[in-house]
């Protein structure tokens, strides 16, 4: 059964920095592009950014909003995605979702408030 | 960034048919636009429904299903039950960059 499961969302203060994780099991980790989607309270979802396998060249893509400040990168030895979030604003405000294929997770609250 | 569209809201009666649709401001959406659709109930995370335009996932009811319909990615849903009352969201993909429809709310009543 695929399973993620985000962690390392909370409280930070605007112009912070947090750095989100989301560890996979159940299917192979290094044949899947993961993606980072995130949901303001009460709005849509937003994708943020997406990364490739390294066999197709471990290469990222992200959003407008977040290029720049925002760094996708994964851990294959533990299964692992990150979101790492820099120079945070209130409009970062939101639950984070890691995905892989079809399959996503329950989703990390992040708050960036003074 | 392109700008994907869907309705805001739509209604449906129990037992009965609706489509769902999702336009891109650059044009026509194709199937190079690997159009996705997920639905979200209130408090959980989405599920994702369709992909590539037309496939299902073996947990996808067999009364959805995907289409291009006018220029458009298309969801229909034959034989609306309530439990299907809920967000819908497409996702469309433009070379590297993915961009989500702000939603429609579907209410079965």
């Known amino acids: 059964e695929v399973q993620l499961v985000e962690s390392g969302g909370g409280l930070v203060k605007p112009g912070g920095s947090l750095r989100l994780s989301c560890a996979a099991s159940?299917?192979?980790?290094?044949?899947?592009?993961m993606n980072w989607v995130r949901q303001a309270p009460g709005k849509g979802l937003e994708w943020v950014g997406r990364i490739r396998t390294k066999a197709d060249g471990g290469t990222t893509a992200y959003a407008a909003p977040v290029k720049g400040r925002f760094i996708i990168s994964t851990d294959d030895s533990k299964n692992t995605l990150f979101l790492e979030m820099n120079s945070l604003k209130t409009e970062d405000t939101g639950v984070y979702y890691c995905?892989?294929?079809?399959?996503w997770g329950q989703g990390t609250l992040v708050t960036v408030s003074s | 960034q392109a700008v994907v569209t869907q309705e805001p809201s739509l209604t449906v009666s129990p037992g009965g048919t609706v489509t769902l649709t999702c336009g891109s401001s650059t044009g026509a959406v194709t199937s190079g636009h690997y159009p996705f659709w997920f639905q979200q109930k209130p408090g959980q995370a989405p599920r994702t429904l369709i992909y590539?335009?037309?496939n299902k996932h073996s947990w996808t009811p067999a009364r959805f299903s995907g289409s291009l319909l006018g220029g458009k990615a298309a969801l229909t849903l034959s034989g609306a039950q309530p439990e299907d009352e809920a967000e819908y969201y497409c996702?469309?993909?433009?070379?590297?960059?993915?961009?989500f429809g702000g939603g429609t709310k579907l209410t079965v009543l």
């Open positions: 995905s892989a294929g079809p399959s």
């Open positions: 590539d335009t037309t």
């Open positions: 159940g299917f192979t980790f290094t044949n899947a592009w």
């Open positions: 996702l469309l993909s433009y070379s590297d960059a993915r961009v």
